[in-house]
């Protein structure tokens, strides 16, 4: 089973921008989908942006434009970048690894994004 930290959340003013970063170890990173969720208070954990152990892509229809979701095989790293944060996009965000693009799935520990002035 793989495991993953993310790091990256943090303040920030709307318009403004972050990236997140989530390291995974302890498998063969190159044939896991990855996948950044979030979960703002009193909803449930949408996802926000995955790519594919080939390299597809899918964004959720509010990020579009604003998002963009890359990984680094050599580096087991995947990365979301975050651009004209809006305070909508408040929330705990989560790195996802799913093996072999269907599961099993491993989780993050999460970290906090806040967009407020």
């Known amino acids: 089973q793989v495991q993953l930290v993310e790091s990256g959340g943090g303040l920030v003013q709307p318009g403004g921008s972050l990236r997140l970063s989530c390291a995974a170890s302890g498998s063969i990173f190159s044939i896991y989908a990855m996948g950044w969720y979030r979960q703002a208070p009193g909803k449930q954990r949408e996802l926000v942006a995955l790519v594919t152990s080939s390299g597809a892509i899918n964004y959720a229809d509010s990020v579009k434009g604003r998002f963009t979701i890359s990984r680094d095989n050599a580096k087991n790293t995947v990365f979301l970048q975050m651009n004209s944060l809006k305070p909508e996009d408040t929330a705990v965000y989560y790195c996802?690894?799913?093996?072999?693009?269907?599961?099993?799935?491993?989780w993050g520990q999460g970290t906090q994004v806040t967009v407020s002035s």
């Open positions: 996802n690894a799913r093996k072999n693009n269907i599961g099993p799935d491993s």
